[in-house]
């Protein structure tokens, strides 16, 4: 089955990757900007890592047929440091009108501290000032909910942002909930060990429908699965999910979010039968 | 068929017969994981915040009530809601080391 993969991180991956995700079904997929694993020392390497995600990533996916498109931002792990993140904000706005930019992300919260929502916060009036959409990260294990509240509150209290042009990402169980009653998009994280396995992404769709939901791999530098969608869609259809319903999650959802940018251009491999 | 459901497509025989299995290797490693920490070289962890919030955890899987899910998340989470002053380690550790003194009032929150 055809399918996009909302969250990779291709700059941690192979050519063999992009590859075997052409061969799985993918026709595109989006790059949000995060965390090396380490720290980067000056803006600089922002810069550098900027001007491959909008130049050679999308160079070697098209060899594969996929659709690269991705956020700008920078990430939460790095958010506490307020003197680089100021840095890299004035930098941003060069790469906004590059044509595979869709818009800022992924933002969002690590540990949940001061500084890192005041860097979360001038990433959103970054976004309103340009007028991008949005694709937020939320923190891991134990911080996630406390995390996903607070990105939650904030976004609702500030009014300026639609809620619709906003993807939650890495949604769980006890997270979901709030993100889809705030009328924001989620995704949920194919992601083993830390996240959610296919079985329980599953349960959530059963749950709570297909309206505003996607799912992605996060495939980046640690354990994780470039493969991870067509895992998904495998586990759909083993728990007796139509055909309909499980394209509606993997391709149709992620058109109507992505393609409130004008940028984002529908995979063709599928254009008719969706605009048909 | 309808795009949009709310409950499991198949019958509690037909999951039984797809994932015991699979279930069943997951419940005995728990249960390896338990008498290993018994076999320990030291009896250092009992009081250990992620072996307590595990042990917890365990309790609500016997529990009766739809929600376990949800509640096992709540158990593994930092309930608490004041932003930290200034960040004092990256990673997380999957089990909250911080204390909440209105837990309760918490948790009713959850949907
Ligand atoms: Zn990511």
Known sequence: MEYIDLHAHMVSRTTDDYERMALSGCLALTEPAFWAGYDRRSVDVFADYFDRLTDFEPKRAALY???????????????????????????????????????????????????????????????????????IHTPHLEDKYKGTKAIVDALVADGRVQPGRVMVDHAEEHTLPM????????????YPTTKTSPGRAVDMVERYGSERICVASACDWGPSDPLAVPRFILEMRRRGHGEDFIRKIVFENPVAFLGQSPKFQLPQARAASVVG | MATDVSSCPLTQRQLIDEYFIEH?????????????????????????????????????????????????????????????AELDRKAAYGASIQRVPEQEEVRDGIH
Not at chain 1, 179 to 190: D, H, S, V
């Open chain 2, 24 to 84: 069943r290797t997951k419940v005995l490693d728990i249960a390896a994981f338990l008498d290993r920490m018994d076999r320990a070289a030291a009896r250092d962890g009992e009081d250990d915040f992620r072996f307590i919030a595990f042990r917890e955890t365990l309790r609500e899987l016997c529990s009766g009530v739809p929600g376990r899910i949800e509640r096992v998340q709540m158990i593994l989470s930092d309930r608490t809601t004041e932003p930290l």
């Open chain 1, 179 to 190: 993100i889809l009653e705030g009328g924001f998009w989620t995704g949920i994280t194919l």
């Open chain 1, 65 to 135: 047929g996929i659709q690269h498109y991705t956020w700008l931002c920078l990430n939460p792990k790095e958010g506490e440091d307020r003197e680089l993140t100021r840095q890299v904000l004035d930098i941003i706005p060069e790469f906004l009108d590059k044509p595979n930019v869709l818009g800022i992300g992924e933002i969002g919260l690590n540990r949940v501290t001061r500084n890192e929502l005041a860097t979360f916060n001038d990433h959103v009036d970054l976004a309103v000032a340009h007028d991008q959409l949005i694709h």
